[in-house]
């Protein structure tokens, strides 16, 4: 299938992406033709065949599970340490709930 | 010393009969970065203090007295999308430009244990995206063995640093062949194992379901010493299982004369180049002469692993890649006047061309109205791919093909058509669907003396016959 462009905004919206139209113009082509590419794989009747999520975990054999511990973990300052805004111990951003 | 023959159990030998300290091997090959990467621009960044810290803790123990490690010395770069506790991590992404690890990768823990120097952060295609380097935000890598040729990727810069002697090996990953491309295409031996095999906590997640950590050296005897060290479950990736970890470097010489190896009858018709087939040819001839016997099989849904391979990658990329908001960690944009815009601006500024590319078609696979017909369909697909594996294993000990369909292509060459570098990816991606180990073994070059490589496969947690097979035709010479 083909998308057009209004299906980018309404993808570029769900992924949290934006492009001027320009941008816009110059991603459609390879989008396409990358869609209509992997469109064979409808070709294939897959009707019963189970979809593979993992591949290496069919069997439960060698799962084993972590012991219910408390460890040590991150202090405040090294889970801070690379924020691009922080400051008084919490991580900065801009006003989440508007006026409107 | 001769760089070019050099080994991890040399180094060791070295330093254990005070030849040379571990100080003075890091900076020979120190000074070679120093005088190649400017050129070659395998390393993004690099700290000798850093890497003599860890020279110095080697020798303080030979002084001692103190019996050394495996790994004792060995100089190593790792891929930039795995943390190394102190010094920056990007990803080859302006997103993480000025990103410090807090902590260490389980793979960098159990190589510093075990003895090994880093000395430095290879170059990658942007968060592992990409077959040439030519992806990071911070230029491509080129070939070491002609400068106007791509290194591979996405594991470019960790294959360029090994070839080009700026380190003895490397850790790249792998989640199409980002490890085994690169080494075909520097000339070099890289191995990605079987998904599950090696912890890929502190890895920087691309495809979750594919990716795997692997090593890079000269030799397949290194690599099998590097991945002894780096395999095995750890309780911090639970993905990682608890298989017992043999003993890979014991198992190099065993016999494999009648071992059965697999000629995908669908492979032959892949549009592999003039010079990879002569090459290829006279490899196989190699293993026939060392007592394989060569099987065709059918991997009947081969032809649907690159659709299916990328609609899952994309997938994943897109879910995994959703983190990066400029809140936590990462470059935050510009844009301040509500959460929104700022994500948005964030995600702007950070992100190059080819990741907001896998991002959209990553999040169109999975959204309302195409989840069943893209990414439902390609893991049905997985499955018969998976199957087809299977089946062919019982005919079966190992698959062999070329790595890459053709030598190294130029820098440039295929950047503005991302179908064009996808399909380079043909002969590698099918073992990450399936999970299963591969390794990629020099087999030749070029007129131009550009590398090609030949690629072994086995199956899950069957790495020590691979490596076996992988050591036998390695010894068993160089074709011209």
Redesign the interface.
């Known amino acids: 299938m083909k998308i057009n462009l209004a299906e980018v905004d309404h993808i570029a919206k769900l992924a949290n992406l934006s492009f001027t139209e320009e941008e816009k113009q110059k991603f459609i082509g390879p989008l396409n033709s990358i869609l209509e590419y992997v469109d064979q794989l409808n070709k294939l009747d897959t009707r019963g065949i189970e979809p593979t999520e993992q591949v290496v975990h069919t069997s439960k054999k060698n799962y084993s599970w972590n012991s219910d511990q408390v460890k040590s973990t991150f202090t405040q300052k090294q889970a801070l340490d690379n924020g691009p805004e922080v400051g008084s111990g919490h991580f900065k951003v801009p006003k989440v709930i508007s006026e409107k | 010393m001769k760089l070019d023959t050099l080994t991890s159990e040399k180094i060791k030998v070295f330093i254990e009969k005070g030849k040379a300290s571990s100080k003075e091997i890091c900076q020979i090959f120190l000074d070679q970065i120093e005088k190649s990467n400017f050129e070659i621009k395998a390393l993004l960044h690099f700290d000798p203090n850093f890497a003599f810290q860890q020279a110095e803790h080697i020798d303080r123990m030979q002084a001692e007295g103190k019996p050394l490690p495996d790994l004792a010395g060995l100089p190593m770069v790792i891929k930039d999308n795995i943390l190394i506790k102190g010094l920056r991590c990007t990803c080859g992404s302006k997103n993480l430009e ?3 690890a ?1 902590y260490n990768a389980t793979v960098i823990e159990k190589l510093e244990a075990a003895g090994a120097i880093f000395l430095g952060k290879a170059n990658l295609d942007e968060y592992a995206m990409g077959s040439s380097t030519e992806n990071s935000a911070y230029g491509p890598t080129v070939n070491p063995h002609q400068p106007d040729y791509v290194p591979g990727g996405s594991s470019g810069g960790s294959a360029a640093a090994v070839a080009a002697n700026m380190s003895l090996a490397a850790l790249g990953t792998d989640t199409g062949g980002s490890i085994r491309q690169p080494a075909a295409f520097c000339g070099v031996v890289g191995m990605k194992p ?3 095999r090696v912890s890929r906590f502190g890895l920087v997640a691309f495809g979750s ?1 594919l990716d795997q950590i692997g090593p890079l050296a000269n030799n397949v005897r290194d690599v099998a010493k590097i991945l002894k060290v780096i395999s095995g ?1 750890d ?1 911090r990736d639970a ?1 990682s ?3 017992e970890v043999p003993d890979y470097v014991a198992a190099l010489g065993r016999p494999i004369k009648g071992l059965k190896i697999g000629l995908p009858r669908q492979y032959q018709r892949s549009g592999v180049s003039e010079i990879v087939q002569m090459r290829i040819d006279s490899g196989l001839k190699r293993f026939r002469d060392l007592g394989c016997e060569m099987i065709e099989v059918d991997l009947p ?1 081969i032809d ?1 692993a ?3 391979y ?2 899952i990658a994309m997938a994943e990329a ?1 879910s995994n890649l ?1 983190r990066y ?8 944009g510009t844009e ?9 601006a964030t ?2 500024a950070g ?1 190059g061309e080819e990741v ?2 896998r ?3 990553g ?3 999975l ?1 309302s109205g195409y989840y069943d ?2 990414y ?9 791919i ?1 199957q087809d594996f299977e089946e062919a294993f019982q005919k079966v000990d190992f698959l062999v093909s070329p790595t890459s369909p053709t030598p190294p292509f130029r820098l440039g060459e295929k950047t503005n ?3 064009e570098m ?1 399909l380079s990816d043909i002969f590698t991606i099918a073992a990450n ?3 299963i180990p591969g390794i990629s073994v020099p087999c030749g070059s070029t007129t131009d003396g550009l590398p090609i490589g030949i690629q072994i496969m086995g199956t ?1 947690f069957d790495e020590e016959r691979v490596l076996n097979l992988a050591h036998a035709f390695e010894q068993s010479g160089e074709v011209s």
């Open positions: 000025n990103f410090v807090p079987t998904y599950s379901s479950k309780p993905t299982l608890d298989v849904h649907y690159i659709a299916t990328y609609v897109s959703a908001d400029g809140v936590r960690y990462g470059m935050r301040e006047d509500d959460l929104t815009n700022m994500y948005l995600r702007d992100f907001k590319r991002i959209m078609l999040t169109f696979v959204s017909a893209y439902l369909k390609a893991q049905k697909v997985r499955t018969l998976k058509d991302p179908l996808y669907l399936v999970g899950h």
